[in-house]
């Protein structure tokens, strides 16, 4: 008798402790959105600013700081 009383009060709080569905998603996290990197301010110098961007090398996103051409 005593074990069927102990299985009534156990099953309720062992499906009240597992996970539900919707704890179990996680974040969607979008690697293509990047912000660009702080660079350091130079002074004027002549010839044509070229600003940083981002290109892709070995299937990778890398930045390319800003140069004079």
Not at 8 to 16: C, G, R, T
Not at 38 to 60: C, E, Q
Request: proline share 7%; hydrophobic share 45%.
């Amino acid at each position: 008798m005593n074990k069927i009383i102990a299985a009534i009060v156990a099953i309720p709080l062992f499906v009240a402790s597992m996970p539900k569905e919707a704890s179990a998603l996680s974040g969607i996290v979008n690697p293509e959105i990047q912000k660009p990197q702080v660079g350091t301010l130079l002074l004027a110098r002549r010839g044509r600013w070229i600003p940083g961007h981002w290109i892709r090398r070995n299937h990778h996103r890398v930045w390319i700081r800003g140069h004079y051409q």
